[in-house]
């Protein structure tokens, strides 16, 4: 029994679209996807030719400003961003407040948030210089809080970003290094993670971005806006997948055990789904994945560890997924976090950090979608609801009900 709505009709049509599957919140001409096809293009660059040619850093420039940068373009960007890399020495502090076990993710929404107390210029987002600034200090600052957050979790000092290094060798060098020794990192796990966080840069309006911009279209400054475009991320069917890919494998814990599992995700009584298969918007391979699935057996190749038992199950479940006729008719294919998880732990990040991984490389494409509302002209966003509740009552005092 519905209500009427309120007299929105009066003035155009109202639709009813729970999830927003099929209504667009706004115009914008970063990211084209078609699902169908399995196309994404950035800019109208397609993802795989980025990131075979492109790096992260390149890629943020392309996704920030709309053309790739020449190379003085290039390095001015880059230099920029290392001269933010460090946090105020007070957010330090902030760490002690939590636990030692906190999820890195609940520590990433607290700290990124704080920014706002921190950088003040940043807040004063009718200026277009302080909304330059303001980017830049969440581009550069979110792998040094990152690693900050793993290095609490594991009781170890901070590590100071080292500027002589690249963005994704030194987001490495903050996660493994210790004040004791030189880092040695791997040119290859390094290029791995740089394509981890460009193949994450942007996914146009996922519940993420969507969220930020929500968030956004009220005024809040850009810190708030993408503190609560992590946790929105954190959901275990958006950016908490990729932990969720790990965890499913490990209670797997067989190939034996794989058809077993792939029939309770087929089971409707079963809530259970197998994490890292199906998307929104791809009906067809994620392109992402495609990279994401190369890189996977670059970095195995590398470690040596071809032979990882929970490899193998991730590639037999694969195998058996993609001639089910259940997912074939579902259009359900691995996603990109089906194989950024095997990466990830080849590497040695912690299943709790996948997340964070993902808010560190998604962090431009919040920025490039807030940034894009904010220069041009935008209402507030406020969608509107069916209401299924009572219709007008009459209070009942205490004692008579
Ligand atoms: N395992 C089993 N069945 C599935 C799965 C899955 N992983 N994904 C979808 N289905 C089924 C649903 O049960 C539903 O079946 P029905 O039509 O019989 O009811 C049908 O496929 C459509 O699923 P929806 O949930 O309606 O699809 P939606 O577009 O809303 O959800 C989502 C997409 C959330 C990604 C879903 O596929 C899912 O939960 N996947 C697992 C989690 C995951 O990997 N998330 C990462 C997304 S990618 C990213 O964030 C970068």
Redesign the pocket.
């Known amino acids: 029994d519905v209500l009427d709505v309120g007299g929105l009709t009066s003035k155009g049509m109202f639709t009813y679209d729970p ?1 927003f599957v099929s209504t667009a919140a706004c115009e914008s001409q970063i990211t084209y996807i078609d699902g169908g096809k399995g196309v994404l293009l950035h800019r109208g660059y397609p993802i795989d030719q980025l990131a075979e040619e492109s790096n992260y850093l390149e890629t943020c420039y392309l996704l920030l400003y709309g053309e790739l940068p020449s190379q003085e373009q290039y390095d001015t960007f880059v230099n920029t961003v290392k001269n933010h890399t460090m946090v105020n020495d007070q957010i330090r502090t902030f760490f002690n407040g939590f636990r030692r076990d906190a999820h890195p993710m609940a520590i990433m929404c607290g700290v990124v948030g704080a920014l706002s107390a921190f950088y003040h210029d940043s807040l004063d987002i009718s200026d277009e210089r302080h909304r330059q600034v303001a980017a830049f200090r969440l581009i550069a600052k979110m792998p040094t809080l990152a690693a900050m957050s793993y290095k609490f979790s594991i009781g170890q000092p901070f590590m100071y970003p080292d500027n002589e290094l690249d963005y994704s060798e030194n987001f490495l060098h903050m996660m493994f290094g210790t004040p004791c020794e030189e880092s040695k990192i791997s040119p290859v796990l390094a290029r791995a993670m740089d394509r981890i966080f460009l193949l994450h840069a942007d ?1 146009e309006q ?1 519940a993420s971005t969507s969220t930020v911009r929500l968030a956004g279209s009220s005024g809040a400054n850009p810190f708030a806006c993408i503190a609560a475009g992590i946790a929105a991320l954190w959901g ?4 908490g ?1 990729n932990e ?2 790990l965890e499913m494998l490990e209670e797997i814990g067989d190939v034996s055990r794989i058809e077993e599992f792939v029939a309770r ?2 089971d ?1 009584d079963d809530p259970f ?8 918007v791809y009906k067809n391979f994620d392109p992402r994945a495609k990279v994401m699935k190369e890189a996977a057996d670059e970095v195995l190749a590398e470690l040596g560890v071809e032979n990882d038992p929970l490899l193998a199950i991730a590639k037999e479940l694969e195998r058996i997924a993609l001639e089910d006729e259940y997912f074939i008719e ?1 259009k ?1 294919y691995p ?4 194989y950024s998880g095997i990466i990830l732990k080849a590497i040695g990040i912690p299943t709790s950090m996948f997340t964070v991984i993902f808010a560190v490389g998604r962090t431009v494409g919040w920025i490039a979608h807030w940034h894009e509302m904010i220069s041009g002209s935008y209402r507030i966003g406020r969608p509107r609801q069916l209401y299924t509740g009572h219709k007008q009552r009459d209070y009942v005092a205490v004692d008579k009900r």
């Open positions: 999830g996914h996922n275990p069917s958006h950016g997948a969720a890919v995700a087929k409707k789904r197998l994490m890292g298969f199906g998307h929104r579902k359900l996603n990109v976090d089906f």
